[in-house]
């Protein structure tokens, strides 16, 4: 069997840190999953690190949890980035075509995709993802693919997604303290579409929600295309806040308390059940609610939902998006939440999961894994198209766009991450 390619993926969220290890075989189709790594994340509030100190010894935690799991040492990796910070912006890129007889290159399209990022941004901002959406060449629009077509003039229709400098600076630190070198920087919603979307999701139109423990991300696809993303400043931790605050207990308990006994459906559970504290916390005492603590979980997650509808209304695609909500995250693990989604953006709903793995499966098989997964889906993918020389093709990020010495099937590729 040949070496594997071996990609790691690090979600650093506002609950908990996760890593997931992936390798690739060449003869084999599948990805397998090698290793997993998790670890409480106290350093994180609403996908900004608060305290740093607190931030690298989560994520510590949880690679070194990975390296036991699979016996693989961990240097690297693709990270998420998240949070309200996050925009996005349309953006468009036009070039002269460079070759004398008029057949578009790679260069040409990499030199579109530079003059799309060239736009004026707020102070303390930067460009994350420059993501092409179509192209046109001189009259003809909405080209997938335009290399090897002739013209004279090339324009590509872009999507841009921005986030703070500081607040990017300050996790690539912690994770650079942590023993850790940043291949890449991917907004999270875009890792979790790769591990638990597939192209027909995204051909008939799709809205991919992950419920964090700060923040609720999403990206939305129509078309084979990305066409809008966000960020709601409210995730699973909001509802373990409210429910202390309601039954007048520690965030601790309150944590089991929704993870043990929490729904979304309060008209489900009879009025008279109740919630013995003692078996939870020993140093607490009495019963609570069971339907009280339903009705406090659907409330902030009616607001979750209600706030992504509001998103997409601005867009006109709230209730028409044919493949519906696909809910993700550690907040998609709590009963009710399928229906409700279903309820208030008025679409069909089902939770995700990482597709098309292998190895330990077992270990990712559940929504808190897919950020994680995404991430290492999206180094392999990457490492699939890389040249011999070991020259990666990469997403453009933080580190600026690929070099532009890509011959066209490696430019293919790259497009493929993009453009079904």
Not at 88 to 103: H, R
Not at 120 to 134: G, Y
Not at 197 to 218: A, C, H, M, P, Y
Not at 262 to 269: F, K, N, R, T, V
Request: proline fraction near 4%; hydrophobic fraction near 40%; include cysteine.
């Amino acid at each position: 069997m040949s070496k594997g390619n071996t990609v790691i993926g690090l979600d650093v969220g506002s609950s908990n840190v996760r890593v997931v290890i992936l390798q690739k075989f060449e003869e084999e189709e599948k990805p397998r999953v090698m290793g997993v790594g998790i670890a409480p994340s106290f350093g994180i509030r609403r996908g900004v690190v608060a305290d740093v100190e607190e931030t690298v010894r989560a994520i510590s935690d949880a690679v070194k949890n990975a390296e036991r799991t699979s016996g693989i040492p961990i240097s690297r990796a693709l990270v998420s980035i998240g949070g309200s910070h996050i925009k996005y912006q349309e953006s468009q890129g036009v070039v002269a075509i460079g070759k004398a007889d008029g057949e578009i290159t790679g260069d040409d399209v990499m030199r579109s995709l530079t003059a799309a990022e060239t736009i004026s941004l707020p102070s303390n901002t930067e460009i994350i993802h420059v993501i092409p959406r179509s192209f046109a060449v001189d009259d003809q629009k909405d080209i997938r693919d335009p290399l090897g077509i002739n013209g004279i003039r090339l324009e590509v229709n872009a999507m841009l997604i921005l986030g703070s400098t500081p607040i990017i600076k300050n996790l690539s630190k912690c994770i650079y303290q942590a023993g850790v070198e940043v291949d890449d920087m991917i907004f999270s919603a875009l890792a979790a579409a790769k591990a638990a979307l597939n192209k027909r999701q995204k051909e008939l139109g799709v809205i991919l929600v992950d419920i964090g423990g700060g923040t609720t991300s999403f990206a939305v696809y129509e078309e084979g295309d990305l066409v809008q993303v966000g960020v709601v400043p409210i995730g699973g931790g909001h509802i373990t806040n409210d429910i202390a605050i309601g039954l007048r207990t520690s965030i601790d308990v309150a944590e089991k308390v929704k993870v043990n006994y929490g729904s979304a459906l309060p008209d489900e559970i009879g009025k008279k059940d109740q919630i013995n504290l003692a078996e939870i916390d020993q140093n607490e005492e009495g019963e609570v609610s069971r339907h009280h603590v339903a009705e406090i979980v659907e409330a902030r997650l009616e607001e979750i939902f209600t706030m992504i509808d509001k998103e997409l209304r601005k867009t006109n695609r709230s209730g028409m998006l044919p493949a519906g909500a696909i809910i993700v995250g550690g907040g998609a693990k709590l009963p009710g939440v399928v229906d409700l989604a279903k309820k208030i953006l008025r679409l069909p709903a089902q939770t995700g999961f990482p597709l098309e793995l292998g190895g330990i499966v077992d270990k990712v098989d559940e929504p808190g894994y897919v950020t994680a997964t995404g991430l290492a889906l999206w180094g392999i993918e990457e490492t699939m198209i890389s040249s011999p020389s070991n020259l990666r093709v990469r997403l453009p990020a933080i580190d600026g766009l690929p070099k532009i010495s890509h011959t066209v099937d490696k430019m293919k590729g790259w497009l493929r991450k993009f453009l079904p």
